[in-house]
């Protein structure tokens, strides 16, 4: 069970999984994040490992052994800074030994590990404040500054250590500044709660940005003070609870934005502040997308602002009629709902269900310019009276259960420039009256159940790049002239009556008409024939059906249903999206699968998607086991799962397959070791103190969740590098479920197979007691990077951050004891570390 290097010693010996057994992985990784060494490099070999390792070293010669790179961070940092980052570093090795007690009994759990890592980690960002910040509490001398902006996506010249990015806590110094009427602190990493008296001190404030960072809690109650304010930008947080109902007293506000957070409304008490939101008539914006808004919109939707333009709500759970009242709103140009669960209702007193088509009032906005609702249950037709949209640009209905005809009124919005309706129902043929729209740049029909033959008179749309027809019924000759002429701007595979076209298509030539000599000879083949044939092929059909059956009940798993509703994909969207799983598209490759990236839509983010080999023998149980694992689980250090397919490939064999959100970042392994030869390349990334502290405490709320805060206590059993993944943000999230189980009680259980309790470990792991000589020669075996680092630190933080990198690697110990009783848990682990980066961030 589990990867050398990383599993518990126990497991050697046949040992029970055990949460102890993920808290001495994780702190293996902890140690490998601030050494920069893999537990499987030559260096531990025979009775040495990578525990032994940073015992023998710890504390006194820590920086001896920590990661170059840290090394030399630490030598450029402040000398009042050096102390505190010799402390944090110290306090997380503390807790990774901790973690790595011989016995399992011994070791923290994540609950520890978890509260501990935030500690060092406050400690440490307050430390980074007090000190990079110091010009900031300067600008007390300046009483009539207007506009402070610090924003983390762009360059700043203060290295390493920008002014405010991955600093932590609010800085309150800003806080003195009562003239400002700017504030922009976007993307900065900045944690913690908003000052409650952020707009009581600031009350000239106009726009205020802090997207993009990690604020937590409910919104500041005393932002209904900022009477001023014009553009508010809370998106890209944590911020949790109700939208206040006192938002109406910002009657100035022109721009609110408060996506991708985690923000609620259930009930019709919980959507109060919309009428509240009527009181802001100049609102123009309005976003509450990649919320955990869910149930119905209220009708006080339609009651905002005459003067909103642009209305997201995309990517909830909002569920039941569209919301009414949205005719209303006369100068929306964009709406975007998509991705959330409207369907029909079920009206009580006839028990049938009421279908919700696509409101036909939404296409009376005369200036509507953009409609998104994709990824949702619609059903129903398109309405006719959609020609009445002029102004139309974009119109996004994909992946729902329209149906009927597509209108021919469609062609009478001259504006369009896209058109998305795949994934439907939709039949009947392709209208004409498309060739009208001359701005079209767009169309995508493809999966539907369109018939008939293509308009030739696409072809004069000049515009067009992109024309995915794929996957219909459609048949009769591909017409020859514009964009039909570029077969890589042109999808029409799947449409098995389609004939001619250029010859970069490959399909077959249309044949010619029979002449009369031929018909006699055609007559006898239709009457004698081709009954004989379908006979044939009836029965063939048959038997093979009857042996697929019985195949499949004797080797199936039922695929485990998701509490959340995932949108559907097939095989032949997930064939499109990686361009037919072609290598260029290949990213990563494991025991059961790959892994592949791609895009399902052209407008959206890339995903990544996990394919599992099926012909390899506990490949289907991996993938049932990751299923089981990620249908009850939500955490911001998880890797979020989008949707899963079980279906068939064009083969007709099972086909298996999980579509993840993309981490752009790649996995943890591969950031520390770029090169192959890591050791002396200087092509390796920089990865500062800052960063490896925030990744060892991502991981460490991941186990703490699955082992203490779900349902049932999760257990990883496979936690390394290569499963530690990250985004833009450099924000760990722990995957690869395959060999999960879950705990209940006393009673263990796989996930790919409740009946399976045994514990296989790939190869010999020995692990001995730890040596007395913990912790003397720490500095002697840290990576390089770390002790240059450490080197142009200030003497006055020099100690600090010594003390620092012991106490991380003291917790590393902890948790790679070798005895499993012997290991801290994760909740031990999680509270060390925490308390290790609080002080690191104090000191500097």
Same mark, same amino acid.
């Given at each position: 069970?589990?990867?050398?290097?990383?599993?518990?010693?126990?497991?050697?010996?046949?040992?029970?999984?055990?949460?102890?057994?993920?808290?001495?992985?994780?702190?293996?990784?902890?140690?490998?994040?601030?050494?920069?060494?893999?537990?499987?490099?030559?260096?531990?070999?025979?009775?040495?490992?990578?525990?032994?390792?940073?015992?023998?070293?710890?504390?006194?010669?820590?920086?001896?052994?920590?990661?170059?790179?840290?090394?030399?961070?630490?030598?450029?940092?402040?000398?009042?800074?050096?102390?505190?980052?010799?402390?944090?570093?110290?306090?997380?090795?503390?807790?990774?030994?901790?973690?790595?007690?011989?016995?399992?009994?011994?070791?923290?759990?994540?609950?520890?590990?978890?509260?501990?890592?935030?500690?060092?980690?406050?400690?440490?960002?307050?430390?980074?404040?007090?000190?990079?910040?110091?010009?900031?509490?300067?600008?007390?001398?300046?009483?009539?500054?207007?506009?402070?902006?610090?924003?983390?996506?762009?360059?700043?010249?203060?290295?390493?250590?920008?002014?405010?990015?991955?600093?932590?806590?609010?800085?309150?110094?800003?806080?003195?500044?009562?003239?400002?009427?700017?504030?922009?602190?976007?993307?900065?990493?900045?944690?913690?709660?908003?000052?409650?008296?952020?707009?009581?001190?600031?009350?000239?404030?106009?726009?205020?940005?802090?997207?993009?960072?990690?604020?937590?809690?409910?919104?500041?109650?005393?932002?209904?003070?900022?009477? #001023?304010?014009?553009?508010?930008? =809370?998106? $890209? &947080? *944590? !911020?949790? +609870?109700?939208? @206040?109902?006192? /938002? %109406?007293?910002?009657?100035?506000?022109?721009?609110?934005?408060?996506?991708?957070?985690?923000?609620?409304?259930?009930?019709?008490?919980?959507?109060?502040?919309?009428?509240?939101?009527?009181?802001?008539?100049?609102?123009?914006?309005?976003?509450?997308?990649?919320?955990?808004?869910?149930?119905?919109?209220?009708?006080?939707?339609?009651?905002?602002?005459?003067?909103?333009?642009?209305?997201?709500?995309?990517?909830?759970?909002?569920?039941?009629?569209?919301?009414?009242?949205?005719?209303?709103?006369? #100068?929306?140009?964009?709406?975007? =709902?998509? $991705? &959330? *669960? !409207?369907? +029909?209702?079920? @009206?009580?007193? /006839? %028990?049938?269900?009421?279908?919700?088509?696509?409101?036909?009032?939404?296409?009376?906005?005369?200036?509507?310019?953009?409609?998104?609702?994709?990824?949702?249950?619609?059903?129903?037709?398109?309405?006719?009276?959609?020609?009445?949209?002029?102004?139309?640009?974009?119109?996004?209905?994909?992946?729902?259960?329209?149906?009927?005809?597509?209108?021919?009124?469609?062609?009478?919005?001259?504006?369009?420039?896209?058109?998305?309706?795949?994934?439907?129902?939709?039949?009947?043929?392709?209208?004409?009256?498309?060739?009208?729209?001359?701005? =079209?740049?767009?169309? *995508?029909?493809?999966?539907?159940?369109?018939?008939?033959?293509?308009?030739?008179?696409?072809?004069?749309?000049?515009?067009?790049?992109?024309?995915?027809?794929?996957?219909?019924?459609?048949?009769?000759?591909?017409?020859?002239?514009?964009?039909?002429?570029?077969?890589?701007?042109?999808?029409?595979?799947?449409?098995?009556?389609?004939?001619?076209?250029?010859?970069?298509?490959?399909?077959?030539?249309?044949?010619?008409?029979?002449?009369?000599?031929?018909?006699?000879?055609?007559?006898?083949?239709?009457?004698?024939?081709?009954?004989?044939?379908?006979?044939?092929?009836?029965?063939?059909?048959?038997?093979?059906?009857?042996?697929?059956?019985?195949?499949?009940?004797?080797?199936?798993?039922?695929?485990?249903?998701?509490?959340?509703?995932?949108?559907?994909?097939?095989?032949?969207?997930?064939?499109?999206?990686?361009?037919?799983?072609?290598?260029?598209?290949?990213?990563?490759?494991?025991?059961?699968?790959?892994?592949?990236?791609?895009?399902?839509?052209?407008?959206?983010?890339?995903?990544?998607?996990?394919?599992?080999?099926?012909?390899?023998?506990?490949?289907?149980?991996?993938?049932?086991?990751?299923?089981?694992?990620?249908?009850?689980?939500?955490?911001?250090?998880?890797?979020?799962?989008?949707?899963a397919c079980s279906s068939i490939d064009s083969k007709g064999n099972d086909f298996k397959a999980l579509v993840y959100e993309l981490m752009p970042r790649g996995d943890l392994h591969k950031l520390l070791y770029s090169t192959q030869d890591y050791e002396c390349s200087s092509d390796l990334n920089l990865i500062m103190m800052a960063q490896r502290i925030s990744i060892v405490v991502d991981v460490a709320d991941a186990l703490e969740y699955l082992h203490h805060n779900n349902q049932e206590t999760m257990i990883h059993c496979d936690l390394k590098p290569s499963n530690i993944l990250l985004d833009d943000n450099m924000t760990a999230h722990v995957g690869d479920f395959g060999l999960s189980r879950f705990k209940v009680g006393s009673t263990m259980s796989s996930l790919g197979n409740p009946n399976s309790s045994s514990v296989a470990v790939m190869g010999t792991i020995g692990y001995a007691a730890p040596e007395a000589s913990f912790p003397g020669r720490v500095l002697e075996i840290v990576d390089p990077q770390l002790l240059q680092e450490l080197e142009e630190t200030p003497m006055a933080l020099k100690e600090k951050c010594s003390e620092c990198l012991l106490s991380m690697l003291k917790v590393g110990l902890s948790c790679?004891?070798?005895?499993?009783?012997?290991?801290?848990?994760?909740?031990?682990?999680?509270?060390?570390?925490?308390?290790?980066?609080?002080?690191?961030?104090?000191?500097?």
């Amino acid at each position: 069970m589990g990867t050398i290097g990383y599993a518990a010693p126990e497991y050697a010996g046949g040992g029970q999984v055990s949460t102890a057994a993920d808290v001495y992985s994780f702190g293996v990784v902890l140690f490998e994040i601030f050494i920069r060494r893999r537990p499987t490099d030559d260096i531990f070999k025979d009775e040495l490992n990578i525990v032994k390792f940073i015992e023998a070293s710890f504390p006194g010669r820590v920086l001896e052994i920590v990661d170059p790179q840290l090394l030399q961070e630490l030598e450029e940092t402040p000398m009042a800074l050096k102390e505190k980052c010799s402390e944090c570093l110290l306090s997380m090795l503390n807790v990774g030994l901790s973690c790595t007690k011989p016995s399992p009994g011994d070791r923290i759990n994540m609950q520890e590990v978890a509260a501990k890592l935030h500690g060092i980690k406050d400690a440490y960002l307050n430390s980074i404040v007090s000190s990079s910040l110091a010009t900031l509490h300067r600008y007390d001398v300046f009483p009539t500054l207007i506009a402070l902006s610090v924003n983390g996506t762009k360059e700043i010249d203060v290295k390493p250590y920008p002014v405010i990015q991955g600093a932590g806590r609010f800085p309150q110094a800003i806080l003195n500044l009562s003239t400002l009427t700017i504030l922009e602190l976007a993307a900065n990493g900045l944690s913690g709660e908003v000052p409650p008296n952020l707009f009581t001190s600031l009350p000239d404030l106009q726009i205020l940005f802090l997207g993009g960072n990690l604020f937590l809690g409910h919104l500041p109650s005393s932002f209904t003070n900022a009477s #001023n304010i014009q553009a508010l930008d =809370l998106s $890209r &947080n *944590n !911020f949790t +609870g109700l939208m @206040p109902t006192t /938002i %109406g007293k910002l009657t100035k506000l022109l721009s609110l934005n408060l996506e991708n957070n985690e923000l609620q409304a259930h009930n019709r008490e919980d959507w109060e502040f919309l009428n509240s939101l009527g009181n802001c008539t100049e609102l123009q914006m309005f976003s509450m997308g990649y919320n955990h808004l869910s149930g119905h919109v209220p009708s006080s939707l339609g009651n905002l602002s005459s003067q909103l333009q642009e209305l997201y709500l995309t990517n909830n759970q909002l569920s039941g009629d569209f919301p009414s009242g949205i005719a209303n709103l006369r #100068n929306l140009i964009f709406v975007a =709902l998509g $991705r &959330n *669960n !409207f369907t +029909g209702v079920v @009206p009580m007193w /006839i %028990g049938t269900l009421k279908a919700v088509q696509v409101p036909m009032e939404i296409f009376r906005i005369p200036a509507i310019t953009g409609i998104d609702l994709s990824f949702n249950s619609l059903d129903g037709q398109l309405p006719t009276g959609i020609g009445n949209a002029k102004q139309l640009v974009i119109l996004r209905v994909s992946s729902n259960k329209l149906s009927g005809d597509i209108p021919n009124t469609l062609g009478d919005c001259e504006s369009l420039e896209g058109i998305e309706l795949d994934s439907n129902i939709f039949s009947g043929s392709i209208p004409t009256s498309l060739a009208k729209i001359s701005s =079209l740049k767009v169309l *995508n029909l493809s999966t539907n159940n369109l018939t008939g033959s293509i308009p030739a008179s696409l072809g004069s749309l000049e515009l067009l790049e992109d024309l995915d027809l794929s996957f219909n019924h459609l048949n009769g000759e591909v017409p020859t002239k514009g964009i039909f002429r570029n077969a890589t701007t042109l999808k029409i595979n799947g449409n098995q009556g389609l004939c001619g076209g250029v010859k970069e298509l490959h399909i077959l030539a249309c044949s010619d008409v029979p002449s009369n000599s031929t018909r006699h000879k055609e007559s006898l083949v239709l009457k004698v024939v081709i009954p004989i044939a379908c006979v044939v092929s009836l029965a063939v059909v048959i038997f093979g059906y009857l042996l697929w059956i019985r195949k499949h009940n004797s080797k199936s798993i039922s695929l485990p249903s998701f509490s959340t509703k995932l949108p559907k994909v097939s095989f032949n969207d997930l064939t499109r999206a990686t361009a037919g799983f072609s290598t260029p598209n290949l990213i990563g490759r494991g025991r059961y699968s790959s892994v592949y990236q791609g895009k399902l839509l052209e407008d959206q983010n890339e995903v990544a998607i996990k394919v599992f080999n099926l012909e390899i023998r506990g490949a289907h149980k991996s993938f049932i086991a990751e299923c089981n694992a990620l249908r009850n689980v939500r955490h911001r250090n998880l890797v979020p799962i989008l949707t899963a397919c079980s279906s068939i490939d064009s083969k007709g064999n099972d086909f298996k397959a999980l579509v993840y959100e993309l981490m752009p970042r790649g996995d943890l392994h591969k950031l520390l070791y770029s090169t192959q030869d890591y050791e002396c390349s200087s092509d390796l990334n920089l990865i500062m103190m800052a960063q490896r502290i925030s990744i060892v405490v991502d991981v460490a709320d991941a186990l703490e969740y699955l082992h203490h805060n779900n349902q049932e206590t999760m257990i990883h059993c496979d936690l390394k590098p290569s499963n530690i993944l990250l985004d833009d943000n450099m924000t760990a999230h722990v995957g690869d479920f395959g060999l999960s189980r879950f705990k209940v009680g006393s009673t263990m259980s796989s996930l790919g197979n409740p009946n399976s309790s045994s514990v296989a470990v790939m190869g010999t792991i020995g692990y001995a007691a730890p040596e007395a000589s913990f912790p003397g020669r720490v500095l002697e075996i840290v990576d390089p990077q770390l002790l240059q680092e450490l080197e142009e630190t200030p003497m006055a933080l020099k100690e600090k951050c010594s003390e620092c990198l012991l106490s991380m690697l003291k917790v590393g110990l902890s948790c790679t004891k070798p005895s499993p009783g012997d290991r801290i848990n994760m909740q031990e682990v999680a509270a060390k570390l925490h308390g290790i980066k609080d002080a690191y961030f104090d000191a500097n």
